[in-house]
């Protein structure tokens, strides 16, 4: 079994539309949970950590966790073509700087 | 400058060729890493460096060799890379020191490196 499952897509939705992107992890020590964001041609970003089940908001951006089922999402709201990237779930590892990344799911928004 | 950079952006390399891939990050963090990136795979962490001494060696091949004279540069040296050496090589920094800062990771933009 895979540390992390992400479907690698591609996604493509039109825009203004609420798009899901989802991660499930095999690791229960994890307990920092991040998305980035990596548009065409430049490195990965960081869009948001969250670090408890539940709900964080960010503007248009949601992360939810769900430990129990070690499933997380990233839900965007009244998507823009802007937000057309790869997102990549990333897991914090306890006790060093290491992360372990999802594959990424490329996401198209159509205008 | 601002951020972490690299260059060059793009590298095309015969297998017999010697070439450096080169990082920089402006942010005064204190680790490093080399990552590699192929189409449908996670990243693959190669070298992780902390205050420039190596703690992380992924079982990279030998061809690859790191260098990282000092918390704000570091190298990638390639030789006699195969065809499935061809990725993105992504470079990043983060502070040292614990807590969920240490793992927030700043990326470069990769250097596109194709090996005929």
């Known amino acids: 079994q895979k540390e992390v499952e992400q479907d690698p897509g591609p996604l493509s939705v039109p825009e203004g539309a609420i798009v899901s992107l989802n991660c499930t992890y095999s690791?229960?020590?994890?307990?920092?949970f991040m998305w980035y964001r990596q548009y065409s041609r430049k490195g990965p970003e960081l869009l948001m950590y969250?670090?408890?089940?539940g709900n964080k908001e960010d503007g248009r951006f949601t992360a939810q966790v769900d430990k129990s089922s070690k499933y997380i999402s990233l839900f965007i709201r009244d998507s823009q073509p802007s937000d057309s990237a790869t997102y990549l779930c990333?897991?914090?590892?306890?006790?060093?700087?290491?992360?372990?990344f999802g594959t990424g799911t490329r996401l198209t928004i159509i205008p | 400058e601002t951020g972490v950079t690299q260059t060059p952006r793009h590298l095309v390399m015969g297998m017999t060729n010697k070439k450096s891939l080169k990082c920089e990050q402006h942010?005064?963090?204190?680790?490093m890493y080399w990552y590699k990136q192929s189409a449908k795979k996670p990243l693959e962490l190669m070298f992780v460096?902390?205050?420039?001494?190596?703690?992380e060696n992924n079982s990279v091949p030998s061809r690859f060799s790191p260098e990282c004279p000092n918390s704000s540069h570091l190298f990638l040296h390639l030789h006699t890379l195969q065809p499935e050496d061809s990725a993105l090589y992504l470079c990043?920094?983060?502070?040292?020191?614990?807590?969920?800062?240490?793992?927030?990771?700043?990326f470069g933009p990769g250097t596109r490196l194709t090996v005929l």
């Open positions: 990043a920094s983060s502070p040292s020191g614990g807590g969920v800062r240490w793992n927030e990771q700043f």
């Open positions: 690791n229960s020590a994890f307990q920092y």
């Open positions: 969250t670090y408890s089940s």
């Open positions: 990333a897991f914090p590892n306890f006790g060093n700087e290491k992360l372990t």
């Open positions: 942010l005064g963090h204190n680790a």
């Open positions: 460096y902390n205050f420039k001494e190596q703690t």
